[in-house]
């Protein structure tokens, strides 16, 4: 297979043969990189690069040439290369055009000219930009493989684990795929579905989170019993503690049931997250934060669920949901939450069949032309609103209350609005679901008049509120009614203060009711819920804790 393409476009032949020179030095071993002088010749390269069926990674394209700018370049380019990064090359004056692309032509990033020294202003943006496109290549035909059924829940519960830990896999369905019928019938006369085959030629059938996590080289056992430093959830507060503990010489394990990034990590595009003016998807980030963290030493453990904790002071033992236990200095619950069931008729039995909890990207691509729902009127909704129109046919977007500014960010509200394939019904709520085998039909309900209609759909995705998820530490911290977790200055609104609390000192503002457990990210009570707002607490969490550690 030939390599990825770098396309490199500039009419001034001097910062031509610059950008090429460097482009060449630093990706030259694992990118070929393909040079046009004009919007015109870059075309023309485009046409050969796709007789050729060559990919293409990156484009990196000067804003001012004549005849054609770089954004209309950008904004003709064909679908075949729609995933592609694209950079622009621009002087003072054409910033505010660069930033116009963002929306326009969907652009990554731009550039001011000159980017002297590369190490420090083009090889950053470009490394980060090229490992989001690594990471969205569709996996290798000699990759992972799974067999399954389309409206299978098992099927479904494992490409779902795999899209969220960010392992590319292709997916045969039995029920319409003579070569995964084939591969099923190969293995004996009736093989456990789903059937997930590894490059080793391993085969698993009807695997478990953590056989897969296994045999993908996850981490799924720890590498001593005891930590400075234990986190439970690898969502956004949890990996912002693995980062802050690891980079601040604390030994820690970070502990995730699914996957990392947690609902956060299922959004398809976050764009008021700092730093990224593009916007980033929850899954980037979440990669992004999980090398970080690795990368300054923490351990995260995948496919592991903390089921229960124990105080021994001062040492806080986690159990975990294979019997064994982990020993801290200082717990830190970052367990986030669980969205909340769908109690209509008919839905039970078909979750996983047409009926999701959350994005499910895993399963966008198949709703190609089809008719999907999303109950929801907050960002998790309007996200997947967003994700799901690239794809589907029709996406009816229902919400209880009568406005979507209560609780959506307004730049979603008006990307919907933009949206021809979406509506969205307010005042609304889905009365009952049917299906055979798979979801077919929904009824919704104005919940003004009462009156009911049925609808056509394939899937219908779920984002009704959620509920912490804290039993792990019920009757060892203080929770409120609803069972989020309390903390700092909560506490003393709770009737059992100060008696609950056993120091001369005040608790930390992250700290529960017993010393040395913390919490952060949406487990806590009375906490703002957003992914910048967790990752603070996360840092924050270490911080504290290290305040802790020196009073023991």
Known sequence: MSKPVIVAVDDDAQVLAAVSRDLRRQYGESYRIVRANSGAEAVEALEELTRRGDSVALFVVDQRMPGMTGTDLLAGIDDRFAAAKKVLLTAY???????????????????????????DHLYPVLDGL???????????????????????PDSYDVKDFLSRNQLPY??????????ARAIADAGGLSPGLPLVLFPDGTRLERPTHRDLAAHAGLQTEASTTHYDLVVVGA????????????SEGLRTAVIERHATGGQAGQSSRIENYLGFPTGISGGDL???????????????LTAVEATGVKVEDPTKIVTLSDGSELSCRALLIASGMTIRTLEVPGAESLVGAGIWYGAAVAEAVSYTGEDVFIIGGANSAGQAAMMLSRYAGAVTLVVRGESLEAKMSQYLIDQIADTPNIQVRLGAEVASVAGDTHLEKVTLRDRGTGSEHTYDASGLFIFIGAMPHSALVDGIVLRDSRGFVLTGPDLKSDGLWPKSWPLQRDPFLLETSVPGIFAAGDVRANVIRRVASAVGQGAVAVSLIHKYLESV
């Open 170 to 179: 292709r997916f045969l369905d039995v029920d319409t795929e003579p070569e």
């Open 93 to 119: 004056a054409d910033t505010e055009a660069a930033i116009a692309a963002i929306n326009e032509v969907g652009l990554d990033h731009y550039l001011m000219k000159p980017w002297d020294p590369p190490e």
């Open 130 to 152: 090229l490992d989001d496109w690594q990471a969205s290549v569709p996996a290798p035909y000699d990759g992972i493989k799974v067999i399954g059924a389309r409206w299978s």
């Open 286 to 300: 979440a990669r992004r934060a999980t090398t970080q963290a690795k990368r300054l030493g923490a351990e995260i």
């Open 235 to 246: 969502g956004p507060a949890g990996l912002g503690a693995g980062v802050y503990g690891a």
